[in-house]
């Protein structure tokens, strides 16, 4: 069954997050388009549609319910880890375009025991110009989602200039939770299931009105290359094991 996932993000660079972070999920070999929120209404041909908590209420109110599935992506491990070691009582700035993620990633660090240090959120498209170059020249931590944190933002124009030498920047590369990762896959099995039905039930009624020797080997051949395929489908475990290593050593993970 040939089917369309749409990885849909405010913005391209949230749109290539996503679909990377499904790619680990489901693997290669089933293709994933990416789709810009205010482009969606030239995407309609798909039959589900992955986005973050945010961009929800806007997706659906062109795409049914039921087939969008919110993506939580959370920070791996390596990130936790770095942020626990910077010494206790440090500054370290909370760069985002918006509050709201902002207090999710400090609230994120509180839950995981860093409470050590001063989080100062760095809503920079929320602040003045002049504010947002006054906490960047004092900022020796720096820590935020890794495209923010990149010649994507920070590392270009005009933030760039107002950085210190010394600053130590550490990035958050964001992957699907646990819970998302089985939320996607049953999705998608839903769908490979519907498909996969119809194909045996065309094939059985063929069957029962077939004479024809060759037809018929085709047709079980066809049978049995249908049967190995939902065996290889029905093997889920290791895809939510990948998506749950993934959280802690991403970088060895084979997608």
Same mark, same amino acid.
Request: hydrophobic share 40%; proline share 5%.
């Given at each position: 069954?040939?089917?369309?996932?749409?990885?849909?993000?405010?913005?391209?660079? %949230? #749109?290539?997050?996503?679909?990377?972070?499904?790619?680990?999920?489901?693997?290669?070999?089933?293709?994933?388009?990416?789709?810009?929120?205010?482009e969606?209404?030239?995407?309609?041909?798909?039959?589900?549609?992955?986005?973050?908590?945010?961009?929800?209420?806007?997706?659906?109110?062109?795409?049914?319910?039921?087939?969008?599935?919110? %993506?939580?992506?959370? &920070?791996?491990?390596?990130?936790?880890?770095?942020?626990?070691?910077? @010494?206790?009582?440090?500054?370290?700035?909370v760069?985002?375009?918006?509050?709201?993620?902002?207090?999710?990633?400090?609230?994120?660090? *509180?839950?995981?025991?860093?409470? /050590?240090?001063?989080?100062? &959120?760095?809503?920079?498209?929320?602040?003045? &110009?002049?504010?947002?170059q006054?906490?960047?020249?004092?900022? *020796?931590?720096?820590? /935020?989602?890794?495209? %923010?944190?990149?010649?994507?933002?920070?590392?270009?124009?005009?933030?760039?200039?107002?950085?210190?030498?010394?600053?130590?920047?550490?990035?958050? *590369?964001?992957v699907?939770?646990?819970?998302?990762?089985?939320?996607?896959?049953?999705?998608?099995?839903?769908?490979?299931?519907?498909g996969? #039905?119809?194909?045996?039930?065309?094939?059985?009624?063929?069957?029962?009105?077939?004479?024809?020797?060759?037809?018929?080997?085709?047709?079980?051949?066809t049978l049995?290359?249908?049967?190995?395929h939902?065996?290889?489908?029905?093997?889920?475990?290791s895809?939510?094991?990948?998506?749950?290593?993934?959280?802690?050593? @991403?970088?060895?993970?084979?997608i």
């Amino acid at each position: 069954m040939k089917f369309k996932i749409y990885a849909v993000g405010s913005n391209q660079f %949230l #749109s290539d997050e996503i679909r990377n972070a499904v790619r680990f999920i489901l693997g290669s070999r089933i293709p994933i388009f990416n789709c810009v929120t205010s482009e969606l209404i030239n995407c309609l041909d798909g039959l589900v549609y992955i986005c973050n908590q945010s961009q929800f209420p806007l997706v659906k109110k062109l795409i049914p319910k039921d087939k969008i599935v919110i %993506l939580n992506s959370t &920070p791996t491990s390596q990130f936790y880890v770095q942020v626990a070691a910077i @010494p206790t009582g440090s500054d370290v700035y909370v760069f985002n375009n918006k509050t709201a993620y902002i207090n999710t990633l400090i609230n994120d660090c *509180h839950k995981r025991g860093i409470r /050590g240090v001063n989080f100062l &959120p760095l809503p920079y498209t929320e602040l003045p &110009p002049s504010q947002v170059q006054d906490m960047l020249s004092k900022a *020796h931590y720096i820590i /935020g989602v890794d495209y %923010l944190l990149s010649e994507n933002v920070l590392l270009s124009p005009p933030y760039i200039k107002f950085l210190r030498y010394d600053t130590v920047l550490i990035k958050a *590369h964001r992957v699907g939770s646990v819970i998302s990762a089985c939320k996607i896959i049953t999705k998608v099995n839903d769908y490979l299931k519907l498909g996969n #039905s119809r194909k045996l039930s065309q094939l059985f009624e063929l069957l029962d009105s077939t004479t024809d020797t060759d037809s018929l080997y085709k047709m079980y051949r066809t049978l049995s290359l249908l049967c190995e395929h939902l065996r290889s489908k029905s093997k889920g475990n290791s895809i939510i094991d990948k998506s749950t290593l993934i959280q802690i050593i @991403p970088e060895k993970i084979d997608i």
